[in-house]
């Protein structure tokens, strides 16, 4: 059973930093990609960040490129995602998923459909 677990959403200040945690358990092999949406109410789901772990390749939306980081700890199968220079706009529910790929060009990392597993998500708010 594949679990994910995120952590350390938070009420910050714009311009601050905040760091995520997704904790990864009950898959392997490493032909898959792991990454971060975030959602508003009313609004579609949205990709953030993704490393497709085999590679080590990563990904990023235009909207959070050199600001948002993303890594992971295979030791601990954990995902992060390190998030600077905070805005209002990226306030959000953040949610970490997995999708199998065979090859990394099998998929975009951004298109939610192709994710099969997500966590419960968690709540980053970003005052002006």
């Known amino acids: 059973q594949v679990r994910l677990v995120e952590s350390g959403g938070a009420s910050v200040q714009a311009g601050g930093s905040l760091r995520l945690s997704c904790a990864a358990s009950g898959y392997t092999g490493s032909r898959r990609y792991l990454g971060w949406f975030r959602q508003n109410p009313g609004k579609e789901r949205e990709g953030v960040a993704a490393?497709?772990?085999?590679?080590?390749?990563?990904y990023y939306a235009d909207s959070v490129r050199g600001r948002f980081t993303v890594s992971q700890d295979s030791a601990k199968n954990t995902l992060y995602l390190q998030m600077n220079s905070l805005k209002p706009e990226d306030t959000a529910i953040y949610y970490c998923?997995?999708?199998?790929?065979?090859?990394?060009?099998?998929?975009?990392?951004?298109?939610?459909?192709?994710?099969?597993?997500w966590g419960q998500g968690t709540q980053v708010t970003v005052s002006s």
């Open positions: 490393v497709y772990l085999d590679d080590g390749s990563q």
């Open positions: 998923a997995t999708a199998y790929a065979y090859y990394a060009g099998d998929m975009r990392w951004n298109n939610r459909r192709d994710y099969d597993y």
